[in-house]
């Protein structure tokens, strides 16, 4: 696959459709009887995305592996009865609800940091935090683990360093300046062990609290703080844009699986709801 990028500079892995043995993976994997933790917020209507989210992880998510679904929610009542395989199971983890829907996002970088330390450390092996408007629709197993993962932006996979939205207000924690940076990472998906997830969100929590404290919000809110964070810690995989795509971007060519999916939504009907 000469058309794609396979390998990043510090010689970490890009996950696409073709670059890795699946039969090897899951023979180290199960040996090491590996629990993984898919971390879901569903605050407000966003709980109605909920049921999709875990139907289709039941399909295609770490088939034959054990598997906690951390769901934080507001809306404990709502979350969806969905039939689960043996060893998975859904964690209701309630959280408060927040007016603004960007205060929302802000906030789960210290929801997941409080949790991994308390929780998720004593019951699972690695943590994958997921978007809620997403869909899985294609396999997703033990490729993707590592210490620390983070996922190409669908939009800016092939763009150059200039085009990044990276935070570029000196005032804020997560400002980059133009000459640095390797890749710009979704949100969306990422993840890696607990004691790695532990840190890059209290790091990326701390970030936050200081930009709060100046009464500044970086421009893509965690987004920003996460692609601060992974400049400076590097991945040790990186996960092509086959785990974060959207179909109104198209199918390139180079795109053989599309494993997550956005969801067709009305933001503005949902967000501060």
């Avoid at 090491?32 to 875990?54: D, Q, S």
């Avoid at 085009?163 to 133009?178: G, I, K, L, M, N």
Wanted: net charge positive; proline share 4%.
């Amino acid at each position: 696959r000469n058309d794609v990028l396979m390998m990043t500079p510090w010689f970490a892995p890009i996950v696409w459709e073709g670059t890795y043995n699946l039969e090897i993976l899951n023979e180290q994997f199960k040996q090491r009887n590996v629990t993984v933790g898919l971390i879901i917020f569903a605050i407000k209507k966003y709980v109605v995305f909920l049921k999709n989210l875990l139907e289709t992880a039941e399909t295609y998510f770490m088939v034959g592996y054990k598997v906690n679904y951390y769901i934080f929610t507001d809306r404990p009542q709502e979350v969806p009865k969905v039939e689960l395989k043996e060893g998975r199971k859904v964690v209701v983890l309630q959280m408060q609800n927040y007016s603004r829907w960007q205060e929302i996002v802000l906030r789960r970088m210290e929801m997941i940091h409080n949790f991994s330390q308390k929780q998720f450390i004593n019951e699972v092996d690695y943590l994958v935090s997921v978007d809620i408007d997403m869909r899985f629709n294609d396999q997703v197993g033990v490729e993707i683990l590592s210490d620390l993962f983070g996922t190409l932006h669908p939009g800016f996979y092939g763009a150059e360093r200039q085009s990044f939205t990276y935070e570029r207000r000196p005032a804020s924690q997560a400002y980059v300046p133009h000459d640095e940076g390797d890749f710009y990472y979704a949100a969306a998906f990422f993840g890696g062990t607990v004691k790695e997830v532990y840190k890059l969100t209290k790091k990326c929590h701390e970030a936050i609290m200081v930009d709060k404290d100046n009464r500044i919000e970086a421009i893509w809110q965690e987004e920003s703080h996460l692609n601060k964070y992974f400049i400076y810690h590097k991945p040790t995989k990186i996960l092509s844009p086959e785990y974060v795509w959207d179909d109104n971007m198209g199918r390139p060519q180079i795109l053989r699986k599309r494993r997550f999916l956005a969801v067709r939504k009305n933001h503005a009907a949902i967000r501060n709801k």
